[in-house]
Each structure stands twice: as C-alpha cells, then as structure tokens.
C-alpha cells in the first residue's frame, strides 16, 4: 500500500472516531455521579452563608417538609438519583448519622424524579431501609434552586436558615460526621 493511501485511511479513521466521541456526548444522561468530594461550582445563586431557598415537597410518609428560614433542627439535603453508584454507597451512612443526630439534625433524602424513575427511587428507599423522609421533586424544580447538577449533592443547613456548605460528591463517614458536628454543635 502507498503511503498516500496509509495516510488517508489513518486520517478516515480519525474523523469516525471524531464523530462517535461526538455522538456519545450528544446521547449520554445530563445527570452525573459524582465520586468524593469536589467543590461547589462558582455560579450565581445559593452558596455558603446565604440563605437557603425555600420549599416545601411531599414526603414517602404523606407528610409535608418545608425548608423556609430558622427552624428547631439543622438539615441536611441529600440530592440523589436511584441510578447513582456514589448514592448508593452513602445511603447507609446517612441513615445512621440521621438516626444518631436525630434530636439536633434532620435529614431529608430529595429524589431528583425528573433525573429518575419514580418506582426505581421507591426501590431505593426500601433497599437501603432509609429512616429519614424522602420526597420526590418530581420536576426538578428544588434540585435547581439549589444550582443542582450531579448526584449525590449535600446541602448543609444550620438552625438560622442559612447554608453552610455544599458538597457535591461522597464525603467519607469520618468526614461526613466532622461536618454534622460543626454543623449543630454537638
């Protein structure tokens, strides 16, 4: 074969892996798993030391749970998705620090159901027997007050209302109840 022709099939080659690596951008799923712990994108809207946006969703339990400005207990916010490896792998560790730090911290588990399958997520809850409530933001509507883009994302919440952290990602159990300290002074 002529060197010509090498060079052309060579440069065929790249153009069609061009174009599939393309391709698979366009088809792969917006929502992203995020693996450890990465820091919370620069962006316009709630962050740390603001206050956190209001809402109130629909839990599992029928009862209705309100984030709106000072309340008894700080919160935790754990965005997820039942497709979510990192999820998965933090769902038994927040279910034991909601239950240890249930007297000054509340855990609400939002399934982000316009990244899910609403029978896939109740799955979830069964699977790893979460204890806190959970609620469906059925239109992602929450998710995006809070700038949500990849799962699972941990909003912390202090008593005044006010965000004190986000964490996007896994954050380990030893990390994960440092925070839960700061966060209620336990």
């Known amino acids: 074969m002529s060197s010509v022709k090498i060079r052309n099939l060579a440069v065929l080659f790249l153009i069609v892996l061009l174009a599939g690596v393309v391709l698979w951008q366009q088809l792969k799923p917006e929502g992203t ?3 450890g ?7 316009a809207g ?3 030391g603001k206050p956190a946006p209001a809402f109130t969703l629909a839990g599992n339990d029928n009862n209705n749970y ?3 400005g000072p309340r008894d207990k700080a919160v ?3 965005f997820w998705a039942s497709w979510c490896d990192p999820c998965r792998q933090e769902a038994p560790e927040l279910n034991r620090m909601a239950d240890k730090y249930k007297d000054v911290l509340d855990v609400y588990g939002i399934n982000v159901t316009s990244e899910d399958y609403k029978p896939n997520a109740e799955r979830f809850i069964k699977k790893y ?11 992602g509507e929450v998710f995006a007050k809070y700038n949500g883009a990849v799962f699972p994302t941990n909003v912390f919440i202090d008593k005044n209302g ?19 300290i700061s966060l209620t002074g336990s």
């Open 162 to 180: 006010v965000i004190t952290e986000i964490i996007l990602g896994v954050l380990s159990p030893e990390d994960l109840e440092k925070k839960i």
């Open 129 to 139: 027997k979460l204890t806190f409530p959970v609620m469906f933001d059925l239109k």
């Open 76 to 78: 935790i916010l754990n």
């Open 46 to 48: 709630p962050g740390a």
């Open 33 to 35: 798993a995020v693996w």
């Open 66 to 68: 309100t984030v709106d």
């Open 37 to 43: 712990q990465q820091a919370t994108p620069v962006s």
